[in-house]
């Protein structure tokens, strides 16, 4: 029996998880993006205290991203701290790949559907996948830039499912049957799964080289 303590501040809303092998104990949320540094650590607390305390955990995981520059460094940093003071290993997740697999589990698609997680990244670009339904990696994560042509190859062959908060402005740029628009998705379950599985097959980060995926460029002002 594994128990591991999961970490999202990735997007708009952040999520602190406690997890018995694939099954989540108990998670604790913050919709407010800018408020994500002052809940983490605070909502740790109150998660322990009512699952267990934080010596007993196997393993640390963490979002790694895309999403929030300020939101993945938080959750990275927390993340590797708690790892080096406990002496446990760090587990990272895609956050497209979790959106993706959130999505397909809810199940009722064709077979050839395929899915698209997307991440706002400000103006036209988000931050997008393409998976099929066995979680094969389609297309790669990348920033796009999104025009009027974007994923037209794809749709001539497929019937893509878009969703996330990038997907709401790409819906604003085209017209094309073989798309299809959801609402977000709630990824704590997959999660959960993707991080136990991680956990099973020892497919830890190292904890020194680590650092989230931003996909882009970041700038300073």
């Known amino acids: 029996m594994s128990s591991i ?3 999202d501040t990735s997007g708009d809303s952040a999520s602190v998880i406690m997890t018995e092998n694939e099954r989540m104990l108990q998670s ?3 919709d407010i993006q800018n408020e994500h540094a002052a809940f983490l650590h605070k909502a740790i607390i109150q998660l322990t205290e009512k699952t267990k305390p934080l010596n007993e955990v196997d393993a640390i995981a963490v979002s790694a991203g895309p999403g929030s520059y300020t939101g993945l460094r938080i959750g990275m940093a927390s993340a590797k701290g708690l790892c080096y003071a406990l002496d446990r290993p760090l587990i990272t997740i ?13 199940g009722g698609y064709e077979a050839d559907t395929l899915f698209c997680p997307m991440i706002d990244a400000r103006r036209m670009e988000a931050y997008v996948a393409v998976y099929d339904s066995n979680m094969a990696e389609v297309v ?3 920033s796009k830039i999104l025009d009027k042509e974007s994923f037209s ?12 908060s990038g997907a709401e402005k790409w819906k604003a ?3 094309n049957e073989h798309a299809t628009f959801l609402k977000n998705v709630n990824i704590n379950t997959s999660l959960c799964l993707i991080t136990h599985e991680k956990y099973k097959s020892k497919d830890f980060t190292d904890l020194i080289y680590s650092e989230p995926a931003y996909l882009k460029e970041f700038f300073t002002g």
């Open 173 to 175: 740029l085209i017209q």
């Open 153 to 164: 190859d794809i749709m001539k062959a497929h019937r893509v499912i878009f969703f996330g």
């Open 5 to 7: 303590l999961i970490i």
């Open 140 to 142: 790669a994560p990348a």
């Open 94 to 106: 895609g956050t497209l790949p979790a959106m993706a697999r959130a999505m397909i589990s809810a």
């Open 28 to 30: 604790i949320t913050n």
